[in-house]
Antibody, heavy 123, light 111 residues
Framework: VEMLDSGGGLVQPGGSLRLSCAAS????????MSWVRQAPGKGLEWVSA?????????YYADSVKGRFTISRDNSKSTLFLQMNNLRAEDTAVYYC????????????????WGQGVLVTVAS | QSVLTQPPSVSGAPGQRVTISCTGS?????????VHWYQQFPGTAPKLLIY???NRPSGVPDRFSGSKSGTSASLAITGLQAEDEADYYC???????????FGGGTKLTVL
């Protein structure tokens, strides 16, 4: 299993950024995928999750609801996170993470993680 | 402020046993949701250490163990080694928030 996060960088407050996570080594469409972030020197914060193929269920943390959109392209085994109206407090390393389940992260661990990508929101 | 509460730091000498607590509430751990634990070294992604309260993924030494009771869970590390020095995070699900929640993390120092 391998997951490669990309798309991070420096963006001004109010700006947008799209993160990608290219996965391999497992049947991507069969699993819930999530984004988890970690602000500099801080702990882990779950951001969003999307169910596997066919289920079409989305979950968001209150801190990003209405600003971030999770999506996936199962044909390319890739997870995305579209981040709009970015704020300074969104500055963090963003990790994609896989859960061993099809529909929900409830009761499931994150068994594989990407290497993370840094997003910096500053003027 | 994290939904799950962990001590900021713990320490122990090589060979000793340490425990890290994770306290939640009736909408997460106390509601019966499983607790998972991760180990993270500086500059790297977290690694799953314990899942489903007390299960070890393949390759994790049996020096690491987990337990859960009521609204709390614990990670125990026996036979402490210098290479165990890292940050440890607990993780569960919260029905009120409808999402995953983490503890604030605990830094383990091996003296």
């Amino acid at each position: 299993v391998e997951m490669l996060d990309s798309g991070g960088g420096l963006v001004q407050p109010g700006g947008s950024l799209r993160l990608s996570c290219a996965a391999s080594g497992f049947t991507f469409s069969s699993y819930v995928m999530s984004w988890v972030r970690q602000a500099p020197g801080k702990g882990l914060e779950w951001v969003s999750a999307m169910s596997g193929s066919g289920a079409g269920t989305y979950y968001y943390a209150d801190s990003v609801k209405g600003r971030f959109t999770i999506s996936r392209d199962n044909s390319k085994s890739t997870l995305f996170l579209q981040m709009n109206n970015l704020r300074a407090e969104d500055t963090a390393v963003y990790y994609c993470a896989k859960a061993p389940a099809l529909i929900s992260v409830a009761n499931k661990p994150f068994d594989y993680w990407g290497q993370g990508v840094l997003v910096t929101v500053a003027s | 402020q994290s939904v799950l509460t962990q001590p900021p730091s713990v320490s122990g000498a090589p060979g000793q046993r340490v425990t890290i607590s994770c306290t939640g509430s009736t909408s997460n751990i106390g509601a019966g949701y499983d607790v998972h634990w991760y180990q993270q070294f500086p500059g790297t992604a977290p690694k799953l250490l314990i899942y489903g309260n007390s299960n070890r993924p393949s390759g994790v030494p049996d020096r690491f163990s987990g337990s859960k009771s009521g609204t709390s869970a614990s990670l125990a590390i026996t036979g402490l080694q210098a290479e165990d020095e890292a940050d440890y995070y607990c993780h569960s699900y919260d029905s009120r928030l409808s999402g995953s929640v983490f503890g604030g993390g605990t830094k383990l120092t091996v003296l």
